[in-house]
């Protein structure tokens, strides 16, 4: 089945991503062929993937790769959008049978890849990730404009507003992911298990990085006392509040500057900076690089990476 959307500036190319709304959610509109997202806002579905069963309530975001094959139970789902993608709209580089190999981590190391860990999970439970209806309005939000860039294509760098909006949506799955299973990364280190009122901590603040955040705000937010809170990262993380928040938004920063045509002022308003000007202050201080400069090397590195090349020839052959 044909996955993408045509480039009306130029027939002879297509946009690897597609998205729908529909009012129920039905597995017929998914393909086997490409990795999927399935946001549902309201109601609930009882579903079976592979020979495992999932109850998944409403809001929630379903994360699936072109081998899980969902059947449904039960639905009550209503206001469902569905994006169907190819992972080389994230990266050219990322072929779905290079996420497979084993030289996969290593690449995302290397290259700062995406994990799309939500999506190549074996655990289903895993894949559908429950979302707060303020996550829900920023999803939505990056979908529409999404879905306007793919529609109107309204002159020739459609294609990167609409991958900038895609990145969005992926970089919030993905932190929320690896925020509700971070004792799978982090209690090898430290013996404990992770709390789930830290957990909660973490994925706010990883869902917000665009809002300005203190240990006021989170107090606020939480009730839980400033010095809890920053015992709380001293103990799991054996850091601090404010140097986790920093080190948060220089990889998101990273993010944009390697996969995105993103300027200076909107990585700063995705990041929770005021401008442009302290982003890139911010951004050396961070790497002793600027972001132009950074952006520029990252670009190189993937053009002259022997490894990645040899990977991309043997799949030709």
Known sequence: MFIGTINKL????????????????????????????VIIKNGSLTVRIEDKYCHIPAPVAICLDEKKNIKVLSNSSSDVRIIKFDPQFLNVNMFIDTIRSCKYEHLCQQHAFFQLSPFVTDDISKSCIRI????????????????????????????????????????ILERIYHNFYIEESYDVCIKVAISSEFKRLLTYINTHLEEKQTLDSLYSMFRINKNQIENLFKEYLNT???????????????YYLRFTELDGEQIASR??????????????????????????????????DAELSEIICQRKN
Request: net charge positive; hydrophobic share 30%; aromatic share 16%.
């Open 271 to 304: 990041i929770g900076l005021s401008s442009s000007q302290n982003f890139c202050k911010f951004f050396k201080k961070m790497s002793g690089t600027t972001p132009n400069s950074f952006r520029k090397e990252m670009v190189a590195k993937r053009k002259n």
């Open 240 to 254: 601090t509040f404010y140097d986790y928040l920093r080190n948060r938004r220089f990889e998101e920063a990273t």
């Open 10 to 37: 130029d027939v002879n190319r297509t946009v690897l991503v597609e998205t729908h709304y529909v009012d129920r959610f039905d597995p017929t509109y998914l393909s086997n062929d490409c990795f999927s997202i």
């Open 132 to 171: 707060s209806k303020d996550v829900l309005n920023k999803i939505e939000s990056s979908f529409d404009n999404l879905t306007k860039n793919l529609e109107e294509q309204a002159d020739w760098y459609w294609s990167c507003r609409a991958r900038s909006y895609f990145i969005d949506i992926i970089n």
